[in-house]
């Protein structure tokens, strides 16, 4: 964003749109609060008032009162955005609205604000760094107890202090080497190459960890695609409804009852689900169930787990599972023989025994899920953790560079080229918190957050 854009003044609306008690009209720039004294009246002249403060008066259009409404006083660099702001709560109206929007427009010279300019500006103005502007997007988005943490943390900058504890570790590493160039004709070695190596690989383990924390943290924020598959008739349905505590899809003894695709979210202790009721996989001359087929076939490839439904009689179909290591061979399964109140069959191996009719084995199933969704590793709330894929994609460019910078220690050659290694690796990190983060990397992250945030 140019300088000049930065300083212009701006206006959106920062609660939902539509009807309400109360909505909040936000301005943030050096022209707020004569742009709000032009047309509001509340015996005295916000531009002069003290900061934090709130001021009760009408909005006047042409000698005419618009709305009586509470005004918020920020002044920089006290403020959401760092700027000079003012918040406008009028009646929660979208008449009232628009047209103290357009009043406020058309007698100064500010402009509608675009999708998350108003934290942009923050980063901008460095009231929180880009880890902390794109969980401002994802604490909003989220719709979990577990999604909600894990963006907080992010928000109270647990990240940013990861980051900056392993760029410290680097710039410890960096300035020996520095020094030592700053000698080279004593020779001087003011670190130890086998230090060198412990120091390097001590960060390489710290960055694989946070790496690792991925496939939870994406889960955290994006919930787990979950995805049932199996025969015709083997209770796939009334798997999905006993989830959901609710018959939302058709159930019936007629093989081929479900033909689309059928998806629903579930929250279990915190965690986010997004399951996939399938038609399941199988060949079929009739259009209809073929397409059924294929959108089954969809939903397999992006399955993070699929739920492999099988009933006491017919087991487990080979064809359908090695199609479904065909077509994501990553997903995790999770094998669940139903309708065991019919009988337990003991021929089948690896799965969890259920009846989607009484109930029995579910709360042992549900476990199993809530395992598979957690994953090995259990992270405490103060770990940090990866969920977001640029962060991923920073950190994998600073392995990167640290296995490099491990090749040229070993090659003996001068220190130079360590350093210029490492200084790679920082580059990542610091594109991380957005300190070297490329323009369009930064438009496009703010492009995705709701006007007036
Ligand atoms: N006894 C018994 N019957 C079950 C159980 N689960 C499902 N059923 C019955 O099995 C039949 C098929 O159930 P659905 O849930 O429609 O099976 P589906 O896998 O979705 O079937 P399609 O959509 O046709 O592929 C229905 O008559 C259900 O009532 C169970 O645990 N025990
Ligand atoms: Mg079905």
């Known amino acids: 964003m140019s300088i000049e854009s930065k300083e212009d003044t701006i206006i959106a609306l920062a609660t939902p749109p539509g009807v309400g008690a109360i909505s909040i009209i936000r301005l943030s720039g050096p022209k707020s609060f004569d742009a709000i004294d032009k047309v509001f009246s509340g015996g005295t002249k916000l531009k002069n008032a003290k900061s934090h403060t709130i001021h009760y008066g009408n909005i006047i259009e042409n000698n005419e009162i618009l709305d009586d409404v509470l005004v918020s006083i920020f002044k920089e660099p006290n403020s959401y955005t760092g700027e000079d702001s003012v918040e406008i709560s009028s009646h929660g109206s979208p008449l009232i609205v628009e047209k103290i929007i357009s009043l406020l427009i058309n007698n100064s010279d500010i402009r509608a604000a675009e999708p998350g300019e108003f934290t942009k500006r923050a980063f901008l103005n460095n009231r929180i760094d880009l880890t902390q502007a794109e969980a401002v997007a994802d604490l909003i988005n989220s719709r979990t107890t577990t999604s909600f943490r894990g963006a907080r943390n992010q928000l109270n900058g647990l990240l940013s202090s990861k980051v900056g504890e392993l760029r410290k570790g680097i710039i410890d590493i960096s300035s020996f080497l520095e020094l030592e160039l700053d000698f080279a004709e004593e020779e001087i070695e003011l670190i130890k190459k086998e230090e060198l190596v412990v120091r390097i690989n001590d960060i390489l383990s710290q960055i694989n960890d946070l790496l690792s924390s991925y496939s939870f943290g994406k889960i955290i924020r994006d919930g787990m695609n979950v995805v049932i598959v199996g025969e015709p008739n083997v209770g796939k349905s009334s798997i999905l409804n006993y989830l959901l505590k609710e018959s939302r899809a058709i159930v019936s003894s007629i093989p081929g009852t479900t033909r689309d695709t059928i998806r629903e979210e579930i929250s279990i202790d915190g965690l986010f689900f997004k399951l996939y009721d399938t038609a399941g996989i199988r060949t079929s001359r009739e259009e209809i169930e073929r397409e059924g087929v294929e959108?089954?076939?969809?939903?397999?490839?992006?399955?993070?787990?699929?739920?492999?439904?099988?009933?006491?009689?017919?087991?487990?179909?080979?064809?359908?599972?090695?199609?479904?290591?065909?077509?994501?061979?990553?997903?995790?399964?999770?094998?669940?023989?139903?309708?065991?109140?019919?009988?337990?069959n003991s021929k089948f191996s690896e799965y969890f025994r259920?009846?989607?009719?009484?109930?029995?084995?579910?709360?042992?199933?549900?476990?199993?899920?809530?395992?598979?969704?957690?994953?090995?590793?259990?992270?405490?709330?103060?770990?940090?953790?990866?969920?977001?894929?640029?962060?991923?994609?920073?950190?994998?460019?600073?392995?990167?560079?640290?296995?490099?910078?491990?090749?040229?220690?070993?090659?003996?050659?001068?220190?130079?080229?360590?350093?210029?290694?490492?200084?790679?690796?920082?580059?990542?990190?610091?594109?991380?918190?957005?300190?070297?983060?490329?323009?369009?990397?930064?438009?496009?992250?703010?492009?995705?957050?709701?006007?007036?945030?």
């Open 295 to 344: 959108r089954s076939r969809l939903a397999v490839k992006n399955a993070d787990l699929i739920l492999f439904v099988g009933d006491v009689d017919l087991g487990f179909s080979t064809v359908v599972e090695n199609e479904m290591q065909i077509l994501n061979p990553s997903a995790k399964v999770i094998k669940i023989l139903n309708k065991i109140d019919l009988g337990v």
């Open 354 to 453: 259920i009846s989607a009719k009484t109930g029995d084995g579910m709360m042992n199933f549900i476990e199993g899920l809530k395992k598979q969704a957690i994953g090995e590793s259990a992270y405490s709330e103060n770990d940090a953790i990866i969920t977001n894929i640029r962060h991923y994609n920073c950190l994998i460019q600073a392995k990167q560079n640290l296995i490099k910078a491990l090749k040229t220690v070993s090659k003996k050659i001068s220190g130079e080229f360590i350093a210029s290694d490492l200084r790679a690796v920082d580059f990542a990190f610091a594109e991380i918190i957005g300190e070297v983060t490329p323009e369009d990397i930064l438009n496009n992250i703010f492009s995705k957050f709701c006007i007036g945030k």
